[in-house]
Each structure stands twice: as structure tokens, then as C-alpha cells.
């Protein structure tokens, strides 16, 4: 079975600092992609990568950074949180094909900012 | 930008019923279509996929599309109080990094 792991469940952090989720994926699987959920606003995407250290905005990108030095892990970043990016982060990954493939999820971090 | 639209709901449904959840997308080049089911406090997962139009049936659910409409639904058979979720429609171009664009979500709710 594909496994998702991100490295939270639940985060509390501080406005101003500097925050890292991390995602690692164990099938092999080229694409990984960072959504946040929010009520009434689906899945929205922030950033995702195709390859390692290739990187691709997103809808959302404004207040994130990424980084995949490896290609079963990509990170997060929150240079300096701030209490609107509260929310579930949830990470995916799927295989690179000329076809969709499906992708899968980990299980979401929920971080609050305060 | 690209749009997926669905409708908020909650969709209510008495058990044995037959649910139907509706999605409209934007993007006329999208290719791939799917439905998620989500359950509170849990990660989306993947219930249908539909690339033609037309209907592609698997068990209790169906999924219909029309792309001349740039319409996709999903039909689920025997309601069960279990398929109390949100269901996500998302849609993919198939482009580099098949990138996935979300609806917002249908919350169902399935009452014995």
C-alpha cells in the first residue's frame, strides 16, 4: 500500500516563526503536492513538485516555501506564520504519467497559528 | 483560473436512497475526473475516476460525465449511514505533474 507520512498531526506555533511540515511518500512516486483545506473552500494547492528540486507554484503560493532535496520527501515552509495560514495541511503524492494517476494523501496536519 | 464548483450542501438522504452529487468545472481541456470521499478529521480518498463520457459504474456508485456540459456526478446506490461524508470532485488537464484542481466539497449525509 502507498503510505503518506506526514510528520505532524497537530502543530501550535507562534506568529512570526518560522514553521517545517514534513511529508515523506515510500512508493517511488515523482509527483508530490501541498494542499490546504479550509471550510467552505475545498483543497486549495499551494505548491508542487514533479522531480527533485523542481518546484511549481501553485494557487496559493504567497507565504510558503517549499523543498524536495530527496524524492521521497518534501517539505513545507512557512517562512514567518501568520494567523490566516491556520488550517489542515495535507500532502499528496502520485506517479508522473501521460495519464492521471491517482494521487494519495497523508493523513493532514492541522496547525494553528496564535 | 480554473474552476470546480459544487454545491455545499448537506445533501440529506433517507437510507436506501439513491444520492446524487453534482459538480460543474470551468476548463474545457480538463481530461480526468474523480471523485474523493472524505470523512471528518480524515485524508481524501479515492472512490471514482472517469475519463470518457458517459457512465463508469463500480459497485454502489456511479459516475457520469458530460463534457460537452462540462458536467460530472456521482450517483451513489443503497445509501448507507457510512457514506455520511464530504465528497470532492477534482479535475486534472493531464499536464506535467497532473496538478489536481478541487471542488469544494458536498457534505452527504445519509439518516437511517
Known amino acids: 500500500d502507498v503510505k503518506v507520512t506526514q510528520s505532524s498531526r497537530y502543530l501550535v506555533k507562534r506568529t512570526g516563526e518560522k514553521v517545517f511540515l514534513e511529508c515523506v511518500q515510500d512508493m517511488d512516486h515523482e509527483n508530490m503536492f501541498w494542499y490546504r483545506q479550509d471550510p467552505g473552500l475545498g483543497l486549495r494547492l499551494i505548491y508542487f513538485s514533479y522531480d527533485v528540486k523542481m518546484k511549481e507554484k501553485g494557487d496559493i503560493p504567497e507565504g510558503y516555501s517549499v523543498s524536495r532535496e530527496k524524492k521521497e520527501r518534501f517539505s513545507l515552509i512557512l517562512e514567518s506564520a501568520s494567523t490566516n495560514q491556520t488550517s489542515m495541511y495535507l500532502c499528496a503524492s502520485s506517479l508522473l504519467g501521460t495519464g492521471w494517476t491517482e494521487a494519495f494523501f497523508g493523513q493532514g496536519t492541522r496547525l494553528t497559528v496564535v | 483560473q480554473k474552476e470546480v464548483e459544487q454545491n455545499s450542501g448537506p445533501l440529506s438522504v433517507p437510507e436506501g436512497a439513491i444520492a446524487s452529487l453534482n459538480c460543474t468545472y470551468s476548463d474545457r481541456v480538463s481530461q480526468s475526473f474523480f471523485w474523493y470521499r472524505q470523512y471528518s478529521g480524515k485524508s481524501p480518498e479515492l472512490i471514482m475516476s472517469i475519463y470518457s463520457n458517459g457512465d463508469k459504474e463500480d459497485g454502489r456508485f456511479t459516475a457520469q460525465l458530460n463534457k460537452a456540459s462540462q458536467y460530472v456526478s456521482l450517483l ?37
Do not use: E, H, W
Not at chain 2, 80 to 109: E, H, I, K, W
Open chain 2, 76 to 112: 451513489i446506490r443503497d445509501s448507507q449511514p457510512s457514506d455520511s461524508a464530504t465528497y470532492l470532485c477534482a479535475v486534472s488537464d493531464n499536464n506535467a505533474g497532473n496538478m489536481l484542481t478541487f471542488g469544494g466539497g458536498t457534505r452527504l449525509m445519509v439518516k437511517p
